[in-house]
Structure formats: structure tokens, C-alpha cells
């Protein structure tokens, strides 16, 4: 398992965050993704559901496919993902097929979520691959995006 420090882990997640910002800027819910191995960056995603017209272009599912063809491998074994938002069920059942070991998120998702909020995927010990997880990373300036977002849409 990759070890950051603090300073590290707030880097990458920012730049999730420049990623979720993409998004925003086209209308689309403000979801960002980075994937980190040996401290590079392999992946970057943004939620492009809308823009593509595809309904599984969140931001884990672009930057999972970055990192395949950046690694010419479908296992990214020794990476780590850093997310805005706590991954839904389609995300986390693809971060756990693409073998990523490690996950770091910002805020919670109530409605969506497939780590913590309504499943548990990532660590379910009924799967053959368990991720470790961290929870709650810039969770304030994650978590305001997605409700500043919300807000401007009613």
C-alpha cells in the first residue's frame, strides 16, 4: 500500500477537485477523479454522463480507463484512487475488477454510495479483492461543490 503524506493526499484530492470542476462547468454533477501510482498521476475522470450521453461515464470509470491504457494493463495494482465523492455502486464494483488497492475519498454519498453510505463493496470479505479505504479527506470543500452545485439548479 502507498504511503502519502498529508500534504500528498491534499494535493491529489485537489486535483480531483480540479477535475470535479470540470464537470461543473458543464452542467454535470461535480465529481472528480484522480488515480496516483508512484506518486504520478495515471488517470484524471470527470462525470461526462450529459456531455457523452453515456450513463456510466462517471469520473472513477474515465479516469479507471486512463490508467488502463496508461499502464497497457486492465490491474492497476499499486495505485491509489482519490475521489471527490464516495464511489456508487457501479464505480466501486469497478474499482474492485480493476484491482485497485487503495481509495481515499472527500465527502460522503447518502443517495449513491458503494463503500459506506448504502454497500460496503470495497470491503466486503465475501469479494476476492478488499480495497482499503480513508474517508473524509477536504470532505467540507468536497461536500460544498456538489451542494453549490444542487442549489444553483433550483
Same mark, same amino acid.
Given at each position: 500500500?502507498?504511503?502519502?503524506?498529508?500534504?500528498?493526499?491534499?494535493?491529489?484530492?485537489?486535483?480531483?477537485?480540479?477535475?470535479?470542476?470540470?464537470?461543473?462547468?458543464?452542467?454535470?454533477?461535480? *465529481?472528480?477523479?484522480?488515480?496516483?501510482?508512484?506518486?504520478?498521476? *495515471?488517470?484524471?475522470?470527470?462525470?461526462?454522463?450529459?456531455?457523452?450521453?453515456?450513463?456510466?461515464?462517471?469520473?472513477?470509470?474515465?479516469?479507471?480507463?486512463?490508467?488502463?491504457?496508461?499502464?497497457?494493463?486492465?490491474?492497476?495494482?499499486?495505485?491509489?484512487?482519490?475521489?471527490?465523492?464516495?464511489?456508487?455502486?457501479?464505480?466501486?464494483?469497478?474499482?474492485?475488477?480493476?484491482? *485497485?488497492?487503495?481509495? *481515499?475519498?472527500?465527502?460522503?454519498?447518502?443517495?449513491?454510495?458503494?463503500?459506506?453510505?448504502?454497500?460496503?463493496?470495497?470491503?466486503?470479505?465475501?469479494?476476492?479483492?478488499?480495497?482499503?479505504?480513508?474517508?473524509?479527506?477536504?470532505?467540507?470543500?468536497?461536500?460544498?461543490?456538489?451542494?453549490?452545485?444542487?442549489?444553483?439548479?433550483?
Amino acid at each position: 500500500m502507498q504511503e502519502y503524506t498529508e500534504a500528498e493526499k491534499i494535493h491529489f484530492m485537489g486535483e480531483a477537485l480540479k477535475e470535479a470542476a470540470k464537470s461543473r462547468d458543464k452542467n454535470e454533477i461535480p *465529481i472528480g477523479c484522480v488515480i496516483v501510482k508512484e506518486g504520478v498521476i *495515471i488517470g484524471r475522470g470527470h462525470n461526462a454522463r450529459e456531455e457523452q450521453e453515456r450513463a456510466i461515464l462517471h469520473a472513477e470509470i474515465m479516469a479507471i480507463e486512463e490508467a488502463n491504457h496508461s499502464l497497457n494493463s486492465w490491474r492497476l495494482l499499486d495505485t491509489t484512487l482519490f475521489v471527490t465523492i464516495e464511489p456508487c455502486v457501479m464505480c466501486s464494483g469497478a474499482i474492485g475488477l480493476a484491482r *485497485i488497492p487503495q481509495v *481515499i475519498y472527500g465527502a460522503p454519498n447518502q443517495k449513491f454510495g458503494g463503500v459506506d453510505s448504502l454497500y460496503q463493496i470495497l470491503e466486503d470479505s465475501r469479494l476476492n479483492h478488499r480495497v482499503q479505504v480513508e474517508r473524509g479527506l477536504m470532505a467540507d470543500e468536497c461536500a460544498q461543490m456538489m451542494r453549490d452545485f444542487f442549489r444553483s439548479r433550483r
